[in-house]
């Protein structure tokens, strides 16, 4: 079946030197897939770190502050414990340098009240290391004994902790190499905690002692992991939905666009040419009329030698005459009102008026459905349909073929009428663009033919599909509404040759 062979220009401006230049379509459904991944992830990304920042920070800081009264509360107990006279603080007690500058008590009490504190510091829960430094940065004590006896000198937070009077903490994934006090006696697997705890002399202003605790606390770790993977989880989650929802607002809104955007082409397209209708048709039909009158006078006096000549002249003018009135209907305002009309009867009668090119090409034309099956649309409206597809079938077939023309019914709503042939088909470009206006394949040939038909079924409810092969054929599928209350008539299969 010849169709229409289409292609849409691209959009260009023209340059001062009057050269077009092609102009880009901006592709807004690939833009945004793009742009909106690229901010999701982004903000995604910053709201996970941000959240897992917080959480161990948070974590970790709670942690500290309550071992720092842990170790405070236990220090003021030991001194309660051992009955030393009022104002002692375990400050005082823990630089063993000091034992002899003591007038209130003695040494060995000093010393055991001491040893008891220790012990229960060294005895923590996921400890790794403990340290107490003197006022002179001197460790006078630690759970690793190459330690005791070192001064540390270059350490900020040591300084920090004896200069703000506060606990200071500090989390770390792994120890430095260049921190000699983190000298621990067993490795830690993933997160330990530093915090430096002062003890106070009893007016609380000076920072007599330093207790330093490194430790690994099993249980916050592992609730540190579970707060990662649901953080990052809902980020990657939310993220996810937030973006393929907007992705599929965002497409069938492009969808929408676009079939907007065909619509208004098509009908500024109509607009232009219903402009230019009425001078083609003012300007060419009484030519036309006249060209053929006066070549069917000459043609009942010319000699035989000029009667063929005279016959091409006579056929072009009336393919002339065809393509103005194509032309017209294409573009004249129709009626939407539908009718219930008998589809088969239509087929029938556009078989008849193509009887004599059917036999004059050599073509076998067979039908197929029930003796009549109402549908909604126009009589004269779906005449004109199956006239432009018997005609561009018959085109297609010049040396012969098959041209089968059946009649299904569709979940009782719906009637589709199938029209195949054996013609040379269509290649993949050309089947794509049949149904854009005003370009076409056939010589002569105005381009509005399959156009008008998919207006008309559209109009009334239908659809129209077309399928082709080169050299195999082409099959056109129209699907009709059944007209409600219309005579069905028989409905078994028949066959006409």
Request: aromatic share 8%.
């Amino acid at each position: 079946m010849q169709m229409l062979e289409n292609e849409v220009p691209d959009k260009a401006s023209t340059t001062a030197s009057g050269v077009a230049v092609p102009l880009r379509e901006f592709n807004l459904l690939r833009w945004f897939s793009v742009i909106s991944l690229l901010i999701i992830a982004s903000v995604a990304g910053g709201l996970g770190y941000v959240s897992t920042r917080f959480v161990v920070r948070d974590s970790v800081e709670r942690d500290a502050m309550l071992t720092a009264q842990f170790i405070q509360a236990m220090a003021q107990a030991e001194v309660r414990h051992s009955q030393l006279p009022p104002g002692t603080t375990m400050g005082e007690l823990l630089d063993p340098r000091r034992d002899q500058q003591h007038l209130q008590f003695t040494p060995a009490l000093a010393e055991s009240t001491r040893v008891e504190f220790l012990d229960h510091v060294e005895h923590l829960p996921d400890i790794l290391l403990a340290n107490v430094y003197a006022r002179d940065r001197t460790i006078v004590w630690s759970t690793n004994p190459e330690l005791i006896g070192e001064r540390i000198e270059a350490d900020g937070d040591l300084d920090l902790a004896f200069r703000s009077r506060k606990a200071v903490s500090a989390s770390y994934h792994q120890a430095e190499d260049d921190r000699e006090e983190q000298k621990f006696q067993r490795e830690p697997r993933y997160l330990f905690i530093e915090n430096y705890i002062p003890l106070f002399d009893s007016q609380g202003e000076q920072v007599l002692a330093m207790v330093e605790i490194y430790k690994e606390p099993q249980d916050l770790v592992r609730r540190i992991q579970r707060g990662y993977v649901l953080i990052w989880a809902s980020t990657l989650v939310g993220g996810a939905l937030i973006y393929f929802g907007l992705f599929w607002i965002v497409r069938r809104a492009a969808q929408l666009l676009h079939l907007q955007q065909d619509r208004l082409v098509a009908s500024e397209t109509y607009v232009a040419l219903g402009e230019m209708s009425s001078a083609v048709a003012h300007s060419l039909r009484n030519p036309l009329a006249n060209i053929r009158s006066s070549a069917e006078l000459a043609q009942e006096i010319a000699n035989p030698a000029a009667q063929k000549n005279i016959t091409d002249i006579i056929s072009q003018v009336d393919r002339m005459s065809r393509w103005v009135r194509d032309l017209l209907v294409s573009l004249r305002p129709s009626s939407d009102e539908a009718e219930a009309v008998d589809l088969v009867t239509v087929i029938e009668d556009t078989h008849l008026a193509f009887a004599q090119q059917i036999e004059r090409n050599g073509v076998r034309f067979c039908y197929e459905g029930p003796g009549s099956q109402w549908v909604v649309s126009q009589p004269l409206q779906l005449t004109q349909i199956l006239n432009t597809l018997f005609s561009n079938a018959l085109e297609a077939m010049p040396e012969g073929g098959m041209l089968c023309a059946q009649v299904n019914v569709q979940d009782g709503q719906r009637a589709e009428f199938v029209l195949s042939d054996t013609g040379k088909g269509m290649s993949q470009q050309q089947e794509r663009m049949v149904f854009k206006p005003f370009y076409t394949n056939k010589q002569g040939g105005l381009g509005v033919g399959l156009v008008l038909v998919k207006r008309i079924m559209e109009r009334f409810g239908g659809s129209v599909s077309l399928s082709s092969r080169e050299e195999e054929g082409t099959r056109v599928s129209l699907t009709f509404n059944i007209a409600a209350g219309g005579d069905h008539g028989a409905q078994h299969p028949g066959s006409r040759g």
